[in-house]
């Protein structure tokens, strides 16, 4: 997003989008440098927050060098993607998944993942996937 996230205190500002499979489903989720040094990541998937060394591997989704790119990337919602006609915009995606951003009802915001699908979007929170 290149910019600070509105987020609850103890939940990192800057988040980067992450991908992780569980049960070989992929799924958003957010990754952020943890205070130990080491990378701490969040998905919400199958009712509960998958977190801490359950992880294992996982992938970050970088912003390629505009001379590397093929495509143009850009974070919007999916309502403004559809009507932008002219460029047929499609989100990035691994089947139905793809990264979002999730607003809570007090404007809180976390990167989670969204079914492209049903439009349902999800984050790990308190131990559970918050719809």
């Not at 952020?32 to 591997?57: C, T, W, Y």
């Amino acid at each position: 997003l290149k910019r600070e996230l509105k987020t609850v205190a103890d939940r990192p500002k800057y988040q980067y989008v992450a991908l992780w499979y569980k049960h070989g489903e992929p799924v958003f989720g957010y990754a952020a440098p943890g205070k130990d040094g080491k990378l701490v990541a969040s998905f919400g998937a199958k009712n509960q927050e998958n977190n801490g060394p359950e992880i294992g591997s996982l992938q970050l989704l970088t912003l390629p060098d505009p001379s590397c790119m093929g495509l143009e990337y850009k974070w919007m919602t999916l309502a403004e993607g559809r009507a932008e006609e002219a460029k047929k915009w499609e989100p990035v995606h691994v089947g139905t998944a793809a990264p979002c951003v999730c607003v809570d009802e007090k404007g809180m915001e976390t990167l989670g993942c969204i079914n492209t699908s049903n439009e349902i979007a999800s984050i790990g929170w308190d131990g559970k996937q918050k719809v």
